[in-house]
């Protein structure tokens, strides 16, 4: 499984962005799928997390719900996550993540796969 992340950059406060986190290979659509957020000298943190095949409530964070919004293109195998009213804190470096065992947790030890990561500056 391969994820590529695209879609950051640097922006003014209040400024939007749109993620784009492209998934190839073995899924089998009854995984889970998370943004998760590094800023430097702070721990990754889950931003916003739901599963694939639908059905369930998305997780957002506290610092970000309202603002950002997670969702997929099932037939493209991408993920999406739309970033508005940015913040100086929303800088970080945003990575998508695949878990496929049964536990969808909000840590990334529960992630089997990872993209790169994408740049997000706000200032």
């Known amino acids: 499984v391969q994820l590529v992340e695209s879609g950051g950059g640097s922006v003014q406060a209040g400024g939007s962005l749109i993620l784009s986190c492209t998934v190839s290979?073995?899924?089998?659509?009854?995984?889970?799928v998370a943004w998760f957020r590094q800023a430097p000298g702070k721990e990754r943190e889950a931003v916003a997390r739901?599963?694939?095949?639908?059905?369930?409530?998305?997780y957002y964070s506290d610092s970000v719900r309202g603002r950002f919004t997670a969702s997929q293109d099932f037939v493209e195998n991408t993920i999406y996550l739309q970033m508005s009213n940015l913040k100086p804190e929303d800088s970080a470096m945003y990575y998508c993540?695949?878990?496929?065992?049964?536990?969808?947790?909000?840590?990334?030890?529960?992630?089997?796969?990872w993209g790169r990561g994408t740049q997000v500056t706000v200032s």
């Open positions: 993540a695949v878990a496929t065992g049964v536990v969808c947790g909000l840590e990334s030890h529960w992630y089997d796969y």
């Open positions: 290979g073995g899924t089998n659509g009854n995984d889970c």
């Open positions: 739901f599963f694939r095949r639908g059905g369930d409530k998305t």
